[in-house]
T-cell receptor
Framework: GQNIDQPTEMTATEGAIVQINCTYQ??????LFWYQQHAGEAPTFLSY????GLEEKGRFSSFLSRSKGYSYLLLKELQMKDSASYLC????????????FGKGTKLSVIP | EAGVVQSPRYKIIEKKQPVAFWCNPI?????LYWYLQNLGQGPELLIR????????DSQLPKDRFSAERLKGVDSTLKIQPAELGDSAVYLC????????????FGPGTRLTVL
C-alpha cells in the first residue's frame, strides 16, 4: 500500500513564506500532486511533479526528490486567502493509474 | 466552461435508509471518479470509470454501495442501506482520461446519517 505523511496543521503570518512537507513510501511511483482545499469546498489542482526538481508557478512552488520520497510545497507572500488545507497526493501505476491522497495540512494564515 | 456538477449538496437521512448522489462531469472528460472524504482526512477513491466501464472498484463496499455511469457521462452513487459510519463528503471528479495530470473535483455531497 501507499504511505503518505504530512503535518496536520501549520500557522504562518501574512506576507511570509511557508513550506509544507510531504513524505511518501510507495511502489510504482508515477507523479506527485498538490491540491488546495478551502473548508467546505472541492480540492483544486495546484501542481504536479514527476521528475526531481522544482516547479514554480507564481507564488507557489513544488519540489520533488524521488530518491528520498520527499516533496514540499512552498507558498510565498502569503495572503489570508491561502488559509486552506493542502493535500499531497501520489500517483502510482502504469497504464492504469491510482491517486492516493495524504490527510492534508491545514494552513492558517494570521495577520 | 462548466465544472463538475454534483447534487444534492447536502443530505440528511436516518440509518437504514437508501440515498443516491448524482454527478455530471466536465463535458468531454472520459474518466470519472467517486471519492469519500471524512473530516480532517484526504479523499479516498471509491470507484473509477473509463467511459461507462468501472475499471477500479476495489475500495467500494459492494455489500451496500453501488454505482453506475450509463452512456459514459453522468454517474450515480447509491448507498442502501446507509449506516452511521457513512456520514462523510462524497466527491466526484473527472479528467480527460486516465493519463491526464489534473482531476477536476465537484463541490461534493455532504451526507449525514442519523
Amino acid at each position: 500500500g501507499q504511505n503518505i505523511d504530512q503535518p496536520t496543521e501549520m500557522t504562518a503570518t501574512e506576507g511570509a513564506i511557508v513550506q509544507i512537507n510531504c513524505t511518501y513510501q510507495t511502489s510504482g511511483f508515477n507523479g506527485l500532486f498538490w491540491y488546495q482545499q478551502h473548508a467546505g469546498e472541492a480540492p483544486t489542482f495546484l501542481s504536479y511533479n514527476v521528475l526531481d526538481g522544482l516547479e514554480e508557478k507564481g507564488r507557489f512552488s513544488s519540489f520533488l526528490s524521488r530518491s528520498k520520497g520527499y516533496s514540499y510545497l512552498l507558498l510565498k507572500e502569503l495572503q489570508m486567502k491561502d488559509s486552506a488545507s493542502y493535500l499531497c497526493a501520489v500517483r502510482t501505476g502504469a497504464g492504469s493509474y491510482q491517486l492516493t491522497f495524504g490527510k492534508g495540512t491545514k494552513l492558517s494564515v494570521i495577520p | 466552461e462548466a465544472g463538475v456538477v454534483q447534487s444534492p449538496r447536502y443530505k440528511i437521512i436516518e440509518k437504514k435508509q437508501p440515498v443516491a448522489f448524482w454527478c455530471n462531469p466536465i463535458s468531454g472528460h472520459n474518466t470519472l471518479y467517486w471519492y469519500l472524504q471524512n473530516l480532517g482526512q484526504g479523499p479516498e477513491l471509491l470507484i473509477r470509470y473509463e467511459n461507462e466501464e468501472a475499471v477500479d472498484d476495489s475500495q467500494l463496499p459492494k455489500d451496500r454501495f453501488s454505482a453506475e455511469r450509463l452512456k459514459g457521462v453522468d454517474s450515480t452513487l447509491k448507498i442502501q442501506p446507509a449506516e452511521l459510519g457513512d456520514s462523510a463528503v462524497y466527491l466526484c471528479a473527472s479528467s480527460l482520461d486516465d493519463t491526464d495530470h489534473e482531476q477536476f473535483f465537484g463541490p461534493g455531497t455532504r451526507l449525514t446519517v442519523l
